[in-house]
C-alpha cells in the first residue's frame, strides 16, 4: 500500500451508518439518540425498563456504554445527569475521554454486570463525565474516517517486520489521542518495534490487545452457514467450551468442513441441543452390546435419537444396516441375557438402508484441532 493511497482512503467520507451501534445521519445536537437496535452486535432487551425499585433510590446510579463492535464497559455516572438509553456519551478513560453509546440504565445494568460476571477494578468503575457534545462528536467522526487506513497501513508495517500475527480491527478513542489495535497470533509476539513505528506513523499513544480466533468472530461479525447472524456477535457474551465428545453424542460425522464455524473451532451451536440428546440417550440400551441371532451377531452402527431407533448390521455384511426400534433392541437384549437367539434381525427391523461412509476421510484427530 502506497503512502498516497494511504492518504486516499483517510479522505473518503464516512458511513452514515457506522458498525459502532448507530446510524447518525445529518448534524448531530447534544442529547440526540442515535441508538438503532439492528445497526449492533450483542443486542439486549432491558425487561426492567419500566419497573422502579424504591430500595435502589440513593445508591450509585449505573450505565453500560458500547463503543466500537462487541465492546461494552460498565460506568458511574451522578444523579444531576439525567440520561436515556440511546444517547452519545463522555466516558472517562485512562486518559483524556472516549465517545460511546448508552445502551442500558437502571436495575439491569446491575444484573447484566453479574452475568457477565464483571469484575469491578480495585479503584472502582469510571465515570461518564457528560452528553456528548457536537464539537465531541465531530472529533469521534474524524477519528472514525483513519481507522480503515491506518489498519492497512499498520499490517504492511507488520509484514515488513516479519511480525507472525494477524490484525484484525483498530480502534481509536474518542478524543483521537489513542488506538487500540486487535489481533490474534498462535504465540507470543514481540511488537515493541512495531508500537515505536506506529506511534512516530500516527501520532497516538498505541496499545496492542490480542484476542482469540472466537473473540475475532464475535468483533468483526458475519453470517454462519445457518444463514444467520453469528451467534457470538448477536447474543453470546461468554464463550462455553466445546469438545469433540459434543458432536460424537450427537452423531455428527466428524466433518471439519462441517462442524466448524467461520473461528475455525467447533461451532458454539453445538452446544445447544447437546443436554436434549444427553437426555434421551438415557433410555437407550448399551450400544456396545451384540445382538445375537440364530443367523449371526449383529453390532451397533448408529442412533436416531428423536425417533428413538437403533441401527444394527450384521458382522458379516457391515454394508446394510437395519433400523430397529429401542423397545425391541432391549427385548433381544434380554432374551440374550438368558440364552436365547431370535431367528434373524430382519423381524425386528422396521426399515433398511446401504450404509454409506460419511466421514470422509476426516476422523476424531481433525476434531481435537479445533476443539478448546
Known amino acids: 500500500m502506497t503512502d498516497n493511497q494511504y492518504k486516499k482512503d483517510n479522505k473518503e467520507d464516512a458511513e452514515p451508518i457506522f458498525n459502532r451501534g448507530c446510524k447518525l ?3 448531530y445536537t447534544s442529547g440526540q439518540k442515535v441508538l438503532q437496535q439492528g445497526y449492533c452486535k450483542l443486542n439486549q432487551f432491558d425487561w426492567l425498563k419500566d419497573y422502579e425499585n424504591e430500595e435502589n433510590k440513593g ?3 449505573l450505565a453500560e456504554v458500547r463503543f466500537k463492535n462487541d465492546r461494552k464497559d460498565y460506568y458511574k455516572y451522578p444523579e444531576d445527569l439525567d440520561l436515556e438509553v440511546g444517547e452519545m456519551v463522555a466516558v472517562e478513560a485512562a486518559i483524556g475521554h472516549d465517545i460511546g453509546i448508552v445502551t442500558m440504565l437502571g436495575d439491569i445494568v446491575e444484573r447484566q454486570m453479574k452475568r457477565k460476571r464483571y469484575r469491578i477494578p480495585e479503584n472502582g468503575l469510571k465515570q461518564i463525565y457528560r452528553r456528548a457534545r457536537p464539537a465531541d462528536v465531530e472529533k469521534w467522526l474524524s477519528a472514525i474516517k483513519l481507522e480503515k487506513g491506518t489498519l492497512s497501513r499498520t499490517r504492511v ?16 478513542q474518542g478524543d483521537k489521542t489513542k488506538a487500540i489495535f486487535y489481533y490474534t497470533a ?3 509476539v514481540d511488537f515493541r518495534e512495531l508500537i515505536k513505528k506506529l506511534a512516530e506513523e500516527f501520532h497516538v499513544r498505541v496499545e496492542m490487545r490480542q484476542i482469540g480466533v472466537r473473540q475475532e ?10 444463514g444467520r447472524e453469528l451467534c457470538c456477535a448477536s447474543w453470546i457474551c461468554n464463550f462455553q467450551s466445546v469438545t469433540t465428545g459434543v458432536a460424537r453424542v450427537q452423531q455428527l460425522s466428524p466433518n471439519p468442513q462441517k462442524l466448524a464455524g467461520q473461528c475455525g473451532k467447533l461451532k458454539c451451536c453445538l452446544n445447544f441441543e447437546y443436554e436434549a440428546y444427553v437426555d434421551a440417550l438415557k433410555s437407550f440400551p448399551d450400544s456396545n452390546f451384540t445382538l445375537k441371532f ?12 428423536f425417533k428413538g431407533i437403533m441401527w444394527y448390521s450384521y458382522t458379516t455384511d457391515r454394508s446394510n444396516i437395519m433400523a430397529v426400534p429401542v423397545d425391541k433392541v432391549k427385548e433381544i437384549i434380554a432374551m440374550n441375557k438368558k440364552g436365547q437367539k431370535p ?13 454409506t461412509n460419511t ?14
Open 294 to 305: 440364530q443367523s449371526g451377531d449383529a453390532v451397533h452402527q448408529k442412533n436416531d435419537v
Open 25 to 27: 445521519e445529518g448534524e
Open 186 to 188: 498462535d504465540g507470543r
Open 343 to 355: 431367528e434373524k434381525l430382519e423381524d425386528y427391523a422396521v426399515t433398511m438402508e446401504a450404509h
Open 359 to 372: 466421514n470422509e476421510g476426516y476422523g476424531e484427530a481433525d476434531l481435537k484441532k479445533m476443539s478448546d
Open 59 to 61: 445508591k450509585q446510579r
Open 217 to 226: 468472530s464475535a468483533k468483526l461479525g458475519g453470517l454462519g452457514s445457518c
Open 157 to 172: 508495517i507488520a509484514d515488513n517486520l516479519g511480525l507472525e500475527m494477524k490484525l484484525n480491527d483498530v480502534e481509536y
